[in-house]
Structures are given as structure tokens and as C-alpha cells.
């Protein structure tokens, strides 16, 4: 059974940071691509973030470069968001997702109908 756990989210004050962990189990890891997503009250789900296990490469939205990193630990079958510089448009419920790809492609990487597993997801409220 393929599993995604979310952790790491919680309340932080304007400029602070958070790491949010994505566990993944019950899939060959390095056969997917772990994004992370978000999605406000009331707004859409949007793609923040995706990494390539297999090579690694990684791919950020506009708004979040320069202050989010993506990374993974392939011995804990994991993927971090490290959040840095955060701003209360940062809120919203985050999630990871995975998709059976092992190249990144701009077309996809940050669309939500193109990753086939989804989290539960964990919030991330930032107070200004």
C-alpha cells in the first residue's frame, strides 16, 4: 500500500522557518518524483515544489524561490521542504504527492493532476 506522511507543520511568526518531511513507503522510491503542494482557504491547489529522486534535479515555483528548498534522503525514502523567510501568504495546508517519473518536465511538475499519490497533509500557518 503506498503511503505519503506529511510532518513538520505548525504555527511560526513572519520570517521564521519550518521544515515540513514527507515519509514515503509501499513504492520503489527512486522511481517517482515527490512534489509538495499547497492550498489556502478558498483558493486553488498550487505546486510549490518537486525534486527528481533518481538525479536529484528539482524544480521551485516563483514564489517560493530563494526561500524554500527541497531535498531527499533516499536511505529514509524522505523528502524535506525546508521553509525559510516565511510570510503569511505562505498559509495553507502543504502537501506531498508522487508521481512515477523519474525526469522532471516544466509541463507537470507543479500541476496536481499529474501526481497519482497524495498525503493527508499538515498545516502551516504563518502570523504576521
Known amino acids: 500500500e503506498v503511503q505519503l506522511v506529511e510532518s513538520g507543520g505548525g504555527l511560526v511568526q513572519a520570517g521564521g522557518s519550518l521544515r515540513l518531511s514527507c515519509a514515503a513507503s509501499g513504492f520503489t522510491f527512486d522511481d517517482y518524483a515527490i512534489g509538495w503542494f499547497r492550498q489556502a482557504p478558498g483558493k486553488e491547489r498550487e505546486g510549490v515544489s518537486c525534486?527528481?529522486?533518481?538525479?536529484?534535479?528539482?524544480y521551485y515555483a516563483d514564489s517560493v524561490k530563494g526561500r524554500f528548498t527541497i531535498s531527499s534522503d533516499n536511505a529514509k525514502n524522505t523528502v524535506y521542504l525546508q521553509m525559510n523567510s516565511l510570510k503569511p501568504e505562505d498559509t495553507a495546508v502543504y502537501y506531498c504527492?508522487?508521481?512515477?517519473?523519474?525526469?522532471?518536465?516544466?509541463?507537470?511538475?507543479?500541476?496536481?493532476?499529474?501526481?497519482?499519490?497524495w498525503g493527508q497533509g499538515t498545516q502551516v500557518t504563518v502570523s504576521s
Open positions: 504527492a508522487a508521481r512515477r517519473r523519474t525526469v522532471l518536465l516544466s509541463l507537470w511538475v507543479l500541476s496536481s493532476w499529474a501526481f497519482e499519490y
Open positions: 525534486i527528481s529522486i533518481s538525479d536529484g534535479s528539482t
